[in-house]
């Protein structure tokens, strides 16, 4: 079954303990890209990949990193995570830019 | 930054009604996408028209793009109480990279 797969679903952290939200993908796509979704505030892209070893900023990528080693695979890192970051993460994959997105189940995180 | 609003932000019907949400942008495209959200879950890609497209049918779904108003509406027809959702569009906005940005959504509630 093609699909996008995130962990952890939830999670309770506390400022400043860091995190890694892992986003796979089975479809072989090149594109993934990571969003938040904030009330009244839609879904805002965090960051994107284009393709293995090629990573660019979205709109809001402050105090997150991530990596593309892998095709698969796009993990989500919050080095010093703080509250502000509290949000419901979506992990995106398509297989070319601007074409239909293929979301995961979405990472409910919630900084104390 | 938010490309596409949508209109209204949430909408109440009853089951057999025709549900119309409307969307707005701000720049030029190459195509403008709807999303359905259910509760808390992923999206998931309902249609896609692009820019030289002036109508586009899906089952129950019918989308409009005006380019000339920068609009987009997307009707529902005959609703369904498991039409309940939030819909979201998100266009290209003919830039460089992965961006696809998103409105705020409208939040549909079909009534039994």
């Known amino acids: 079954e093609a699909q996008v797969t995130q962990n952890p679903r939830y999670l309770i952290t506390v400022t400043g303990k860091k995190l890694t939200v892992t986003c796979s993908q089975n479809?072989?796509?090149?594109?993934m890209s990571w969003y938040r979704q904030d009330p009244g505030l839609g879904l805002r892209q965090i960051y994107y990949?284009?393709?293995?070893?090629?990573?660019d900023k979205g709109d809001v990528p402050e105090g997150y990193k991530v990596s593309r080693k892998e095709k698969r695979n796009f993990p989500l890192i919050l080095e010093s995570p703080s509250p502000n970051q509290t949000s419901l993460y979506f992990c995106?994959?398509?297989?070319?830019?601007?074409?239909?997105?293929?979301f995961g189940e979405g990472s409910r995180l919630t900084v104390l | 930054s938010q490309q596409g609003e949508e209109d209204p932000q949430a909408l109440s019907i009853q089951e057999g009604e025709n549900a119309t949400m409307n969307c707005s942008y701000k720049t030029s495209i190459n195509n403008l996408q709807w999303y359905r959200q259910n509760s808390g879950r992923g999206l998931v890609h309902l249609i896609l028209i692009r820019s030289n497209e002036r109508e586009k049918h899906s089952g129950r779904l019918r989308v409009t793009l005006d380019t000339s108003k920068k609009s987009s509406s997307l009707l529902i027809t005959a609703s369904r109480a498991a039409d309940t959702a939030s819909y979201f569009c998100a266009t290209d906005e003919r830039r460089a990279g992965n961006m696809l940005t998103f409105g705020g959504g409208t939040r549909l509630m079909v009534k039994p």
């Open positions: 990949s284009m393709n293995v070893e090629v990573t």
């Open positions: 995106a994959s398509n297989p070319r830019t601007g074409g239909e997105l293929f």
């Open positions: 479809m072989n796509h090149e594109y």
